[in-house]
């Protein structure tokens, strides 16, 4: 009886929360845009605070690459303040979040060596927020965590034995759900973004070529897979590769009409 009413509360959760991605795969999304803004705000506001800013030429730059791509955003998402800021930071890193946030290390400059190149990073990142995939990771992970508190606490599993099994249990929800979700939300945006920098005028095929200086920067040392947060390298450039040509039509349709982006690189 109890697990017939945890099911049906699950369903109910699922149904009322139920989205659907850029991509038209179903979401799970449990918190508000205006909590998901001011959680981006607040990372935004503390990342600030913790390294410093990058020289004006590099802010220009990555601004304009920024800006030539939010032109090409749905209408509700180019309302959005968009704010974008370079670090200083060897760290080749780069980060979108919830409202409109924009942030990429100075160490990126160095991987990404082209307007280009750093314009798959750009597009990769705001498509993370487009997709709403910091709203699903969470809701994941908390529908996750809530499942196997009601597990425990309904099947006697209080006992050390039962415990210990538990412990499996959430080893099979982190590299079952929710590493899963988050290789899924790479891939998304990894297609997503490529669309991106195509309408903006930006050449996709550099995107394969970005993801080559990344294996070459990181040694080729990256855990498996199955236990990884993102795809392989690998698996990037295949699919990004599978995707090439409907890019390249969009590149194409972009450049004819005009939208041919020039960001002086520092």
Known sequence: MRWRLIFILAVCVSLTACSTS???????????????????????????????????????????????IVAELPAEQQQMDWQSKVFESEQPNAFALPGGYMGVNSGMLEVARTQDQLASVVGHEIAHVLARHANERASTKS?????????????????????????????????GIILPFSRKHESEADIIGLELMANAGFDPRASITLWENMQQASGGGQPPAWMSTHPSHGQRVDELDANMQNALALYEQARQQGRTPNCPRP
């Open 22 to 68: 850029p991509t038209g795969r179903s979401q799970l999304l449990l918190l508000s845009e205006d909590q998901l803004n001011q959680m981006g705000q607040q990372a935004f506001t503390q990342y600030q605070s913790d390294l410093p800013a990058a020289n004006a030429a590099s802010q220009r730059y990555v601004q304009c690459i920024t800006r030539a």
């Open 143 to 175: 529908a996750t965590q809530v499942g196997l508190s009601i597990l425990s606490s309904t099947s006697g599993m209080q006992t050390p034995g039962g415990q210990q099994l538990m412990g499996v249990l959430g080893m099979g929800a982190e590299y």
